[in-house]
């Protein structure tokens, strides 16, 4: 990997990622609505319309922004794939909460995030995001963690060693750690149980070896494309039912649940003065309470 000397190469460099990122997920999402044979396959196949937006700095100049990239298909029923590049102040509450910006409350960010909600009861939601903040400090952050509407030891296993492969290639203490923090972070306490099945989970991701850690976000990255596209095409002719689907709504309201009430990510788009439409893009186009 080419050595990133300077913070403005190493900017370049992640942002050069998540574009190339975004390009092959959406590449392989779109090639998969076109192989579906079971329900639903009588409908036109999905394709991603990208939409940018920008964010207005404070003193009225170009403070970044970013591109949405959302898919209404007939084996995703809502797929976003966001990019962003930002920059700016955090306010004065918010700098408090982010490593190195108490003094100096200046910030740059840069990721990717993508959320999938699926047609098929019988596969699973996922979701993925990395991103690379910087303030007087720098770090990674990010991770996939997968969620099930029914029990699925096979897709769970799959998922699992995927993102163990990744983290492997670093370090034997990245896959326990992170997988722990997942776990840990993916959690509803109002309701005392998990999101899902998990993945992996960092954040203040820094070892002092830049290009090893952007290293390792790319292999996250790269996981996710090559395991779970495998899961998806495994599931996506199964066929289900309405009290399937019904299952898989109310399930689906525990993801509303999360997102809207303990997501970190959600939290800083919201107080960054970020896209609305882009951070609320993981919630599903339907869900339902019992």
Known sequence: MTQASTAEDRRALMRAWVDELRDRICAE???????LTGQLSDRTPGRFERKTWSRPGEDGGDAGGGVMSIMRGRVFEKVGVNISEVHGSFSAEFAKQMR???????FWAC??????HMQNPHVPAVHMNTRHIRTTEGWFGGGSDLTPMFPDEAAASAFHAALKAAC?????DHYPQFKKMCDEYFFLPHRNEARGIGGIFYD???????????????????????????IVRERMNRPWTEGDRDHQLVRRGRYV??????????????????????????????????
């Open 29 to 35: 999402f779109e090639s998969i609505e076109d192989e």
């Open 204 to 230: 203040y991701h820094n070892t002092g070896n830049w290009e090893a850690d952007f290293g390792f976000t790319r292999d996250v990255g790269l996981a996710f494309l090559d395991v779970y596209p495998q």
């Open 257 to 290: 649940e999360f997102n809207l009430l303990h997501d970190r990510g959600t939290q800083f788009g919201l107080k960054t003065g970020g896209n609305v439409e882009a951070i609320l893009m993981s919630l599903p186009p339907e869900a339902r309470w019992p």
């Open 111 to 116: 990721g990717i995030s993508l959320v999938a």
């Open 100 to 106: 190195g910006a108490s003094e100096d409350p200046r």
């Open 168 to 172: 492997d290639r670093q370090g034997p």
